[in-house]
């Protein structure tokens, strides 16, 4: 039996651009086949709708309250609810699994730190770091910033990006020898394509996510049209258009050096 989990979701109660709240995903994302989720709101540094002008203790209180009520919403409906932050540098994004809101609260200067502080701090509380939709182009961005020595895996599959996009960033991950993960992404139940992770146990905590992880335990995967004929969750790697490099980035890709 596989079990799926959502890696990468965002809620209204802590991103400005999602228009979903926490609550409003539980029964959705069962109903779709998934066994859990795991709250990826923007932190502060990203596109966050917490107010910046509040002390740090209540702005993680805010931050927090997606996950929250998602994980109220979940009690006794044998689905699990896990945290996570979607953490910004110049665009590039990581998704950090394992850390929670003590970590953050002993960390108020954790904005100042660099790539690899951050990663240091997330594995010394014994968490991980993945990069999210590594070749991501959009109008707000400048250029593709990428660190390998901050990267714990990489995200092969993100619904909003393109195949293109998705395919170069399955090429990242084997290059470097990365461990893939694979995400919705999502800020909508009308999204329209879903990705997550598979693992053949169950995942309640965590703990349980990063070491299922680190082992590669976990197979990306992703369902197309799910509210239409919607197909099975599909292993990322049996799909042509998703590992097939068919165009190149057309920003400027910059590599970041251990600092």
Excluded at 31 to 46: A, E, Q, R, S
Excluded at 119 to 134: F, N
Excluded at 183 to 212: C, L, R, W
């Amino acid at each position: 039996m596989e079990y799926i989990y959502e890696t990468h979701l965002h809620t209204i109660e802590g991103s400005a651009c999602s228009v979903t709240p926490a609550k409003n995903y539980i029964e959705y994302m069962k109903n779709l086949g998934y066994n859990g989720i795991i709250v990826t709101d923007h932190f502060f540094n990203g596109n966050s709708c917490v107010p910046k002008d509040l002390p740090w203790d209540e702005r993680v209180e805010l931050y927090c309250k997606g996950y929250e009520h998602a994980l109220m919403e979940a009690d006794g409906k044998d689905f699990t609810v896990l945290f996570g932050i979607e953490y910004n540098f110049e665009g590039d994004e990581y998704l950090l699994y394992g850390v929670d809101k003590k970590w953050l609260l002993d960390n108020p200067d954790i904005m100042e730190c660099s790539r690899q502080k951050v990663y240091e701090l997330v594995h010394k509380y014994g968490g991980i770091m993945v990069q999210a939709h590594p070749y991501r182009e959009r109008g707000y961005l400048s250029h593709i910033h990428l660190t390998p020595s901050v990267c714990d895996g990489a995200e092969v599959y993100n619904s909003g990006n393109p195949d293109y996009q998705n395919a170069l960033g399955y090429h990242f991950a084997r290059e470097h020898n990365f461990t893939m993960s694979a995400g919705s992404d999502i800020h909508s139940v009308k999204q329209n394509d879903m990705g997550g992770m598979s693992f053949p146990y169950k995942i309640e905590t965590i703990k349980d996510y990063v070491k299922a992880f680190k082992n590669g335990d976990g197979t990306p995967v992703f369902k197309k049209n799910v509210h239409g004929e919607s197909t099975p969750f599909r292993p990322v790697a049996e799909s042509k258009e998703l590992t097939t490099i068919t165009q190149e980035a057309s920003l400027e890709v910059v590599y970041h050096s251990k600092i």
